[in-house]
């Protein structure tokens, strides 16, 4: 890292929050197995998990960047981790009286907790040093929001998905006295996790409390959004970012239904070689295979998507450090919008690859596109980093459109309308590919 030294400690305490939010992310995706049956969920309400959370994106973003104008940037990352450590708390009630209302109120504030958090760190990450290095800082932070998500799903297996969950007739089957300690045992399993998650969170909340951290973008009101509008290449990185979250959220939603739409399941079984991955990941996560459903297989392979993306972080804060951003981002959109068509256009392992290997590529496209957003805009910096995270509700409309299209013409045929999401990224990468950092 080509940084001022008595930046170091600061890139670092920062990039913590990375790793949390990545983490907590996936974290509270695992809940939704159990939480379907301990709140008797329909797929329905399943589906308003995912709104809450990207929903708090869009509604908190612009608030939170006007609190960060009159707070402060290191108040408003405790403000942050605070919302945090609540929204978990209220998981205790949620699990507790079995109110799915409550739960969604749990994941809203933990989602806006999040929102100030990336609101308040990207752009801090972006200036901590030199204005080359200012994506290649991003990406690394990133690579560690990826490895959050990576590690996250085997603390899910272990902590909250560790027991067979029963089925809604198995509980009814039940005597009341047995029902209400299963139903207690339960909400135990979900309410010791984020317990601690907060107790955690409140810790590193005391940290940034006493940390110096240096005062490296205004924390004025200087400017308005009618001005931050007004910057173009901003407002086309605020559709950048809506689409990039957008695509790589509906590839890795309908991985699992992809892979069983082209019947893979056989074709893994028959490999000795694609079958010893499979059990070697699932003893990873201290699971076993044996007797599992077909979608725990094809789900194993979902792991290779995610860690494409924090693999490429780590790659991606080197290339971007050599090579001009903007060009970086245009190669790999292409790659992707390649790596689609193949896999659209072939069957088997060379069409499963084919698109786990776009998570590969997505992985320097959400740091990149930001940087490359804010480079220019000065005190309007807040403002423009409220509107790239209200963008990141592309992560909830996307796949809403991506799963009505699967309905009506399939999957090989709905694919397509994601490299439409690329291709705007590939032409915004092209329009910043001459374009160097720039914090004036």
Known sequence: MN????????FILLTTLFFLWGFITVLVDSLVPRLRELFTLTYAQAIMVQFAFF?????????????????????????????MSL??????????????????????ILAGGM?????????????????????????????????????????GALF????????????????????????????????????????????????????????????????????????KNLMFGVLGIFFYVGAEVSIGSFLVNYFQDMNMVPIIRESNTLMGIADTVAKVFFKSLDGADDKALLGIFVIFYWSGAMIGRFVGSYLTKIM??????????????????????????????????????????????????????????????????????????IPFICGNLIDFIGFKLAFLFITICYGYILYY???????SIQYA
Request: glycine share 8%; aromatic share 10%.
């Open 160 to 231: 909250i998905l560790s027991d067979t969950i029963k089925t809604n007739d198995e509980i009814a089957s039940l005597t009341e006295t047995a029902k209400e300690t299963y139903l207690a045992s339960e909400a135990s399993a979900v309410q010791k996790p984020f317990l601690g998650l907060a107790v955690f969170i409140i810790a590193i909340a005391v940290i940034f409390l006493f940390a110096k951290l240096p005062k490296l973008i205004s924390e004025k009101s200087t400017g308005t959004y009618a001005e931050a509008f007004k910057q």
């Open 324 to 397: 001009k951003p903007g060009k970086v981002l245009s190669i790999f959109a292409s790659i992707a919008i390649l790596l689609i068509i193949i896999s659209i256009s072939t069957t088997g392992l060379l069409s499963m690859w084919s698109i786990l290997a776009v998570g590969l590529f997505n992985s320097i496209m959400f740091p990149t596109i930001f940087t490359l957003a804010i480079s220019g805009i000065g005190e309007l910096k807040p403002k423009g980093s409220g509107l790239l995270c209200m963008a990141i509700v592309g992560g909830a409309i």
């Open 87 to 108: 929204g978990c708390l209220l998981f205790y009630p949620a699990a507790s009286y079995r109110v799915f209302g409550v739960f969604l109120l749990a994941y809203f």
């Open 55 to 83: 929903g708090a994106y869009f509604v908190l973003s612009v608030p939170a960047s006007y609190i960060l104008s009159k707070i402060g940037y290191k108040k408003g990352i405790i403000l942050g981790l605070l919302t």
């Open 115 to 155: 929102t100030i958090l990336q609101v308040a760190a990207n752009p801090y990450v972006a200036v901590l040093g030199s204005e080359d290095g200012a994506s290649s800082r991003l990406n690394l932070s990133q690579a560690f929001n990826s490895l959050g998500t990576a590690i996250a799903p085997a603390v």
């Open 429 to 435: 990468g092209y329009r910043n590919s001459k374009h």
């Open 3 to 10: 940084q001022p030294k008595s930046y170091r400690s600061s």
